[in-house]
C-alpha cells in the first residue's frame, strides 16, 4: 500500500456491534482503522484524517447514508476516497440511489466475509492506482511550470542579447530602453487594460528601436539635424526592427514585431512609416509612442541636451510645433498627465548618473 503503511478504513455505523464486527475482519486482512457513529462525525474524520476507503451504513439517525456519501463527494478533500455503502436494504431503488449519491460500492448485510475482502481490496487497488495518476500529474504540471519558466527566460535572455546590440552602437539607448519598459507598463495599468498586456508590453517594448543596428553610425549618431536623405534612412529603422522580429512566434516577439514598426504613428496621422491614423494604429505601440517621446525630451542625443521633467510635460501637452498633443491617442494622453508624476519617478531611478 502507499507508504508501505496499511491501508486505512473509516468505518460509519451507529451500532456498536457493527463497527466491532467489521474491525475485526478487516483487521485480520492487515488494514487499520477508524470508526464514526453518524454521519456529521464521520465527515469530519473524513477531512481530517484523510482514510484510504470508508465503509458506510445507510440507516442512521440525523444525517443518513445518502446524505454523508453525497457532502463526502462534494468535499474536495474527500471527494477521491472510495465508499461502500452498507444496507439492510436488498431493494433495487435503494441500491441505485446509493450509486447516484457517489458509493463505488455497496454490500447488503450480514456481510459476507469472502465479499467484503474482494470488494476492499479491488477499491484500495483502485484508489493507489488513482493516487499515482494525481501525483504523475501533479509532477508533470510542475515540469510544465518549470519548463515555461526556462523557455520565458530563454527568450527574455535573447531579448537582453538584441538590447545590449543596440547599446553598444548608442549607450544612451541602453538606459533609455530599460525606462521604457516600466513606463509602458505604468501606463498600461493606469489604462486598466489586461494583466498579460501589462507583461507583454514590459517585454516587448525595449525592442522597439531594434531597427537601428541596421542604420549606419554617421547617420544614428549624427550631432545636428539629419537632411532629406538621412532622415529618410533614419525612417526604416521601424521597419527593419519589424522585420528583425518578424519571424518570431512568441506573444512578446510579436508585440515588439507591431510596436517596433508602429510606434512613430501618430493619432491624426501625420506620423511614419505608412501614417496609420487614429485607432488603425495597434494600441500598444500608442501606448508605447508617448512613452518614447516623453523619454527622447527627457535624454541626451547626439543633436539635443536633455531636458527636465516640466519643461517635457509642457512640450507633450502644448506642443512646441515638432511634439504636439494631437499626435497622442485622447485617452492614452489623459492616462499618461495622470501618472506624470511616476514617469518622472522612473527617469530618475533608471537614469545614467
Not at 213 to 223: A, S
Request: with cysteine; charged share 25%.
Amino acid at each position: 500500500m502507499k507508504d508501505q503503511k496499511p491501508a486505512r478504513i473509516l468505518l460509519v455505523d451507529d451500532e456498536e456491534r457493527n463497527i466491532r464486527l467489521l474491525e475485526a475482519l478487516l483487521h485480520s486482512e492487515g488494514y487499520s482503522t477508524l470508526s464514526a457513529s453518524n454521519g456529521r462525525d464521520a465527515l469530519k474524520v473524513a477531512a481530517f484524517a484523510q482514510p484510504d476507503l470508508i465503509l458506510l451504513d445507510i440507516m442512521m439517525p440525523g444525517m443518513d447514508g445518502f446524505a454523508t456519501v453525497a457532502e463526502l463527494k462534494a468535499n474536495p478533500l474527500t471527494q477521491p476516497v472510495p465508499v461502500i455503502m452498507l444496507t439492510a436494504l436488498d431493494d433495487r431503488n435503494s441500491k441505485l440511489r446509493a450509486l447516484e449519491a457517489g458509493a463505488e460500492e455497496f454490500l447488503t448485510k450480514p456481510i459476507d466475509r469472502a465479499d467484503l475482502s474482494v470488494r476492499v481490496r479491488n477499491l484500495l487497488r483502485l484508489k493507489e492506482y488513482g493516487d499515482f495518476l494525481t501525483d504523475h500529474n501533479r509532477i508533470l504540471e510542475s515540469q510544465v511550470v518549470q519548463r515555461t519558466a526556462q523557455l520565458e527566460n530563454a527568450y527574455r535572455d535573447t531579448v537582453f542579447t538584441l538590447v545590449r546590440a543596440a547599446e553598444h552602437k548608442d549607450e544612451e539607448t541602453g538606459h533609455h530602453v530599460r525606462r521604457i519598459s516600466y513606463y509602458c507598463r505604468t501606463l498600461s495599468e493606469a489604462m486598466d487594460l489586461p494583466a498579460d498586456f501589462h507583461d507583454a508590453i514590459f517585454q516587448a517594448s525595449p525592442m522597439h528601436d531594434i531597427g537601428k543596428i541596421g542604420i549606419p553610425d554617421h547617420v544614428l549618431l549624427k550631432p545636428g539635424s539629419f537632411n532629406l536623405d538621412e532622415w529618410n534612412i533614419m525612417r526604416t529603422h521601424c521597419a527593419l526592427g519589424a522585420s528583425i522580429l518578424s519571424s518570431g512566434t512568441s506573444p512578446y516577439t510579436e508585440m515588439g514585431a507591431e510596436i517596433a514598426l508602429n510606434h512613430h504613428e501618430r493619432w491624426d496621422g501625420t506620423g511614419y512609416p505608412n501614417g496609420l491614423k487614429g485607432a488603425a494604429i495597434p494600441i500598444a505601440a500608442r501606448v508605447m509612442q508617448i512613452c518614447d517621446v516623453y523619454d527622447a525630451l527627457r535624454s541626451r542625443r547626439p543633436y539635443k541636451p536633455p531636458l527636465d521633467h516640466e519643461h517635457s510635460m509642457n512640450i507633450i501637452i502644448e506642443g512646441d510645433g515638432r511634439t504636439q498633443p494631437e499626435h497622442f491617442d485622447p485617452e492614452v494622453f489623459s492616462c499618461f498627465v495622470a501618472q506624470a508624476g511616476r514617469f518622472a519617478a522612473i527617469y530618475d531611478q533608471h537614469t545614467d548618473a
